[in-house]
């Protein structure tokens, strides 16, 4: 009888720390839904509207024609925009990230000015010096929108993958804190 009560009592026992684990994991569930994921997508978003970007620079330095001229233009001005409005969005998802946001937002500034310089030596009728700027800067530009791109999907999704990690490692310690283990 002593037997069959201590089976019970570990029978409970061993039921109450499942379903306190099940409700950390969808603790971390719900923060990786409501904070992770979505801060993913509107990294992708931006990765895009910084490739949108690099394409209409390329179209503006090798058109001779004003209204491809002009729409590529509209294109960089439109996409710049759209990659700010999205770092801002991963500024609403991860706030503690806003320093590597704001490296993100310098670099995507820097390949703006880039483009616009290709802009207004095309506009002035200086073929020669948009193309120089662009063959002179594609290097730079490239390298910048291959590291905006990286950073924004790599770098940051890396960090994405260690908060949470530590988020469930703090689930864990506190865990293991209340259970008065060390």
């Given at each position: ?96 990230y ?6 993100m ?5 820097l ?72």
């Amino acid at each position: 009888m002593l037997l069959i009560g201590a089976l019970a009592t570990m029978s409970a026992a061993a039921n109450r720390f499942c379903v306190r684990s099940l409700h950390k994991i969808d603790a971390i569930n719900a923060m990786v839904t409501q904070q992770v994921e979505p801060a993913r997508l509107t990294l992708t978003e931006a990765k895009i509207a910084v490739e949108a970007l690099g394409l209409a620079t390329y179209k503006m330095a090798g058109t001779n024609d004003p209204d491809t001229l002009r729409e590529a233009n509209d294109e960089r001005a439109g996409q710049y925009a759209a990659a700010k409005a999205w770092l801002r969005g991963v500024e609403n998802y991860l706030p503690t990230y806003q320093t590597d946001v704001d490296g993100m937002r310098t670099r995507l500034d820097l390949i703006s000015n880039i483009a616009e310089s290709v802009y207004v030596s095309t506009t002035a009728g200086d073929r020669e010096r948009a193309r120089w700027t662009q063959l002179h800067h594609s290097g730079v530009a490239v390298g910048h929108f291959k590291e905006a791109r990286n950073d924004k999907n790599g770098n940051a999704n890396e960090k994405l993958r260690m908060r949470a990690g530590n988020e469930n490692e703090t689930r864990n310690d506190s865990g293991a804190q209340g259970n008065g283990r060390t």
